[in-house]
């Protein structure tokens, strides 16, 4: 191979110079992850999620490890999206990459009025609907266990803004599958998957949760096979590229991601054992197609060979 490999990815309308970007919640707004690395490294950031006001979130404990993962219950603390164009998107337009905010809401009036609010705001790339969020017009179910409300939210959302829309799939539903559906045809221009499973400790001495708020979410390497899995499938179910999430922490687990059909990553809990993971995983990106003699990292999206390509026995 002459010259470096071509790490740029195409997500719809949504371009990025690699296809790795930090998950929502694990780095907050950016600026913890400039001590250690240049985040322009990276294809971009996804910020914390926003509301309309700031949320001060459960109380604490809200943090618990688990063999190979952990459970969060930060209760979408944030603080509030004008705060954050005040105080934080500053920061976020000198890093030199692709900004993409996270909002969420608990209406899909809120959901709306986030994204009229970002829609016109310079530096902006795209917008995430975190929709694994109570809809409290609904009885307080969540937006993304529902293809009608992911639906309704993706569309009102698309009929506020012309930036590019990702829809963030929750993987704690019958099938996967009908909610991306639903959120492809309500506007979605990507999908990122998944956000954590349902997950609870016990703290055997006490006989209590040793979450405050009960169960959490799992997250991290433990989830990962899953999450390959379910990426696999949504790859052969729906039109629009897709975003990868789930314990990935270095360049091996990102590949196992695109080549199961996902053609972007984002890396969050592995920031917690090494803030430098994310900027890891783009250097071991590059040599793997330095490696492998690969001239356009895209072109491995979904290419993994099923056992019957080989000759060998369905399992």
């Not at 919640?25 to 950016?30: E, V």
């Not at 322009?40 to 063999?67: D, F, Q, Y």
């Not at 390497?221 to 990868?244: C, D, F, K, Q, S």
Request: glycine share 12%; net charge neutral; proline share 8%.
């Amino acid at each position: 191979m002459s010259g470096p490999p071509d790490l740029s990815v195409t997500l719809g309308p949504l371009k990025l110079r690699n296809p790795v970007l930090t998950a929502s919640g694990t780095c907050g707004y950016g600026e913890e992850l400039a001590p250690y690395f240049d985040p322009a490294l990276l294809g971009g950031i996804v910020t914390k999620s926003l509301s309309l006001h700031p949320r001060e979130g459960n109380r604490p404990p809200r943090l618990a490890e688990t063999p190979s993962g952990m459970l969060n219950s930060i209760g979408l603390q944030n603080v509030g999206v004008e705060a954050f164009l005040r105080e934080k998107l500053p920061f976020l337009e000198r890093c030199g990459t692709a900004i993409i905010p996270s909002i969420f809401g608990a209406t899909v009036e809120e959901f709306a009025e986030l994204a009229a609010r970002l829609d016109d705001v310079a530096g902006i790339a795209a917008l995430e609907l975190n929709v694994s969020c109570p809809n409290t017009s609904r009885g307080g179910t969540e937006f993304g266990v529902d293809p009608d409300s992911t639906r309704r939210v993706t569309a009102a959302v698309r009929g506020r803004t012309r930036l590019p829309i990702i829809v963030k799939l929750s993987p704690n539903v019958t099938d996967i599958t009908i909610v991306a559906r639903a959120a492809a045809e309500g506007g979605a221009d990507v999908l990122s998957l998944v956000n954590t499973f349902f997950g609870m400790r016990i703290d055997v001495e006490r006989r209590r949760p040793i979450l405050s708020s009960g169960s959490g979410g799992l997250s991290g390497p433990a989830i990962r096979p899953m999450a390959v899995h379910l990426t696999h499938r949504l790859a052969r179910a729906v039109p629009i590229p897709l975003i990868g999430i789930g314990g990935i922490g270095g360049p091996e687990d990102a590949l196992e991601f695109i080549l199961a059909g996902a053609s972007a990553v984002q890396v969050g809990t592995a920031t917690f054992v090494d803030p430098r993971a994310a900027a890891k995983t783009v250097a071991g990106l590059a040599d793997y197609c330095r490696r492998h003699d690969v001239t356009r990292l895209q072109d491995l999206v979904g290419k993994v060979h099923r056992a019957e390509d080989e000759g060998c026995a369905k399992p």
